[in-house]
């Protein structure tokens, strides 16, 4: 079917229309989004014949890539960025959005991920953490709910946290405390929670005043509606959106087994049973793992779906862990892709020029795909970039410097994809540069 174009809505718009209502049951068997059907009929979103939504052919970018392109310095790469601002855009599969799109949005809630749909992202994260009743969540970390939600303002609730909020002591200095954890609640109490842009206020002397201490280069313009979801609702959610899926499996705070009897492998094989019981295909899902044991343990256990497991990696660099040997032996036990933080993969050369690093040219010598991680995760790139950039810092000045750093993960390193916590920057540069994900 012909898609139609729909011209004068943003993405806060799409947010509003969706937001309303929970599912119907707690399982999120058989959950379409609440208010989807109605704007898929309006919208430029077509139907398969099964009713579920298929892929836009164009997808709605926004001003912020363009406004990047023409902060960028002058050169080839900005000529060629440029001269292709006037085209429609599509999604691509090179375009993930981490958490959804929490640039601006709540991360890991229902307005994130359709924020990130509509920007391109082919492929949209849910971080997966357990509850109480050991039900799977989209969160980013077991511990973040008294960052991310507004837990600490519900009294029932907040007793139920690990650490439950105490206020800032002005007169000792001491600053305010809380830790609220996905297994401190069940699914039920989960659901109830609000998501907000994940920060907090440490001089709080009130739970309302601890929600607060949003970076200023973030904001808080769309927290009036952050849907929490659990992994279920987020795989009924993605389907009908058109977008892959993305699991990371998070490492529990807690002791495993949990409460004696749910393991690790309970828990990463609860992950893809959920994938299993919607009906996905093993080539649309790539879980992921920080724990090299959990990617193991769906290579050998679930072999359709350890064929796309994604290895991360973020450990500081070590003549073992970036040698040749060490990328073979991933590969030699059924690792097929790597993803590590940008900055491993990156070096300046002798001309200060960004450039694939010995890391990045061992693992694709070893046969292994890489994935990059997280480009527009930092603040302003004016000043270096931050932790994501801290090998290349001398080179970047500027906050169009993002896409020198894209171009040559794509062209350079070869990634097959790459998190943005704005996808439309990253769906841009791929459509423009005609990338291909490589999957």
């Not at 806060?12 to 058989?30: E, L, M, T, Y």
């Not at 392109?69 to 292709?84: A, F, I, N, T, Y």
């Not at 907040?158 to 699914?187: H, M, W, Y």
Request: net charge negative; charged share 20%; with cysteine.
């Amino acid at each position: 079917m012909k898609l139609l174009t729909l011209a004068g809505i943003v993405l806060c718009s799409i947010s509003i229309a969706v937001a309303h209502a929970g599912p119907k049951n707690q399982d999120g068997q058989n959950w379409l989004p609440p208010g989807l059907a109605k704007w898929q009929e309006s919208s430029d979103w077509g139907k398969h014949h099964s009713g579920k939504l298929k892929r836009q052919a164009s997808v709605q970018l926004g001003p912020r890539p363009f406004w990047l392109v023409q902060d960028m310095d002058e050169g080839p790469l900005k000529e060629r960025l440029q001269s292709c601002s006037a085209r429609p855009f599509k999604s691509s599969d090179f375009s993930i959005g981490h958490r959804g799109a929490p640039l601006q949005f709540p991360e890991h809630t229902r307005e994130s991920y359709i924020a990130a749909a509509k920007m391109g992202a082919g492929i949209v994260e849910c971080d997966v953490a357990f509850t109480k009743d050991r039900e799977l969540v989209c969160r980013h970390a077991q511990n973040d709910l008294h960052t991310t939600t507004n837990i600490v303002t519900i009294p029932e609730l907040n007793a139920k946290c690990t650490q439950p909020f105490v206020p800032a002591d002005p007169a000792s200095g001491a600053p305010a405390q809380a830790e609220c954890r996905t297994s401190d609640i069940t699914l039920a109490e989960f659901k109830t929670l609000k998501g907000k842009m994940d920060a907090y206020n440490s001089e709080a002397t009130t739970p309302e005043e601890y929600l607060g201490g949003t970076a200023d280069w973030r904001t808080d313009l769309y927290t009036a509606r952050g849907t929490l979801v659990s992994h279920r609702e987020s795989i009924e959610l993605f389907k009908a959106l058109g977008v892959k899926f993305t699991p990371e499996l998070k490492f529990p705070v807690v002791d495993m087994p949990f409460e004696g009897d749910y393991s690790q492998q309970d828990y990463a094989r609860q992950m893809i049973q959920d994938y299993i019981d919607a009906g996905v295909p093993p080539r649309d899902v790539w879980p992921q793992s920080f724990n090299l044991g959990d990617v193991l343990y769906w290579v050998n256990e679930t072999p359709r779906f350890g064929k796309q497991a994604v290895f991360l990696d973020q450990e500081p660099i070590t003549p073992d862990n970036t040698s040749l040997a060490f990328m073979e032996n991933l590969k030699a036990r059924g690792v097929n892709i790597l993803a590590p933080a940008i900055w491993k993969m990156l070096t300046l050369d002798g001309h200060g020029e960004i450039v694939p690093s010995e890391y990045a040219e061992n693992a694709r010598a070893a046969g292994l795909d890489m994935i990059a991680w997280t480009v527009e995760r930092s603040g302003p790139l004016a000043t270096g970039g931050g932790w994501y950039y801290q090998t290349v810092t001398d080179a970047i000045n500027n906050d169009g410097d993002v896409f020198n750093v894209i171009d040559v993960l794509a062209r350079d390193v070869g990634v097959i994809g790459i998190f943005s916590d704005w996808p439309a920057t990253t769906t841009y540069y791929a459509n423009c540069m005609n990338v291909n994900s490589g999957r």
